[in-house]
């Protein structure tokens, strides 16, 4: 995944070899996360995400995954503040898992840890929790760690699945977001997904009846509400006490917005 790769820069297998002495020191800097405009969302995050972020889904044919958006140009995360803490009060799993991620060479049949070794707080000088203890065994930290990537791991699968019946019910359709600043400036985010709420009302009862039995129906609601949040962002751009119109930002199926408009736009498509 393009955030993925933007965000390790040096991800190596955790080895008590390798790592014995070395120590993690975790703190509220999420500045590793300043070239993202977006990055991947599990399906258990929505309620948590829904009210602050913009939640989309991203991908193509094959496979499709949730995202939530960060910023409406390459390279830019709008929720980061200038020192490096996070602007919102979720902050996605993808993001809270670093420096660690799994690595697995076998289509995720097994999964070995790996640590991003460019992390600022990974250090030999004691600072922070230590990855293993003095008998060269995985300290209580790193069996966190396992815990909380494996969880990440399952709830992974399950959203894969339910993306699946989204792409199997023929829910989702092209979008764009288009936005103009107080200064003018005008801007274009194209490249993902959303729920068609003309399809979702005309699904079959039992259809809907199965979603609903399978909260996936509340996730659908989730993601829907929170595509309001597009209007939120422009917030981000301006002043703090700005006040924002309801026509400052518009969300619609890619070929309707095309329809509308007929002068270029230059847009900023997400990684």
Known sequence: MAAQ????????????????????EIGADYAFSRRVNSVPLMAVEFPGAAAEYAIVFAGNEEAVMPAVILGMR????????????????????????????????DDGKNFVLCIDEGFPGFNQEGRGERLFNGEGKPSPFVDNVLKFLQSYQIEFRRTQEFCKKLQALNLLEPMRAQMTLDSGERMALTGFMAVNRGRLKTLAGEKLAEMARNDELELVYAHLHSMRNF?????????????????????????????RK????????KR
């Open 5 to 24: 790769q933007l965000i390790y820069e040096t991800a190596v297998t955790v080895s008590k070899t390798r790592h014995a002495q070395w120590s993690v």
């Open 74 to 105: 390459e390279q830019e995360n709008l929720y980061l503040g200038p020192l490096g803490g996070w602007q919102a009060k979720y902050i996605p799993a993808f993001l809270r898992r670093y420096p660690f991620v799994f690595s697995s060479n």
């Open 231 to 259: 209007i939120a962002m422009r917030e981000r751009f301006a002043a703090p006490a700005a006040k924002l119109p309801d026509s400052g930002i518009n969300t619609a199926p890619e070929a309707e917005a095309k329809a």
């Open 262 to 269: 007929s002068e270029p736009e230059r847009p900023a498509k």
